[in-house]
């Protein structure tokens, strides 16, 4: 079954990673142009809360939308999502 919401946000999801995608393309640049340490690690920064906030959206949706309709595997996915977060 398809939920309209998930897909919904399933695509934001799509656009922040593809976002992160392109910062980390550039942070590969960057070392490939050999610029400062400092202005790679921002960067890798950036690129790692980038990721952070896909990620949860991603766990944020899955309760939203699976755990609320499944209830037999709840407890072991909420388990399993508390050691990502």
């Given amino acids: 079954m398809t939920h309209p919401d998930k897909q919904l946000t ?16 550039h942070v590969i640049s960057m ?14 920064t950036a690129v790692e809360r980038a990721i952070t906030a896909a990620k ?9 939308q ?4 499944d209830t037999s595997t709840a407890l072991e996915d909420m388990k399993a999502l508390a050691k990502l977060l």
């Fill in 10 to 25: 399933h695509q934001a999801l799509i656009k922040r990673l593809k976002r992160a995608q392109g910062h980390l393309l």
């Fill in 31 to 44: 070392i490939e142009e050999e610029q400062t340490c400092v202005d790679i690690a921002v960067q890798l």
């Fill in 56 to 64: 949860r959206v991603l766990i944020h949706d899955h309760i939203d």
């Fill in 66 to 69: 699976c755990l609320t309709h």
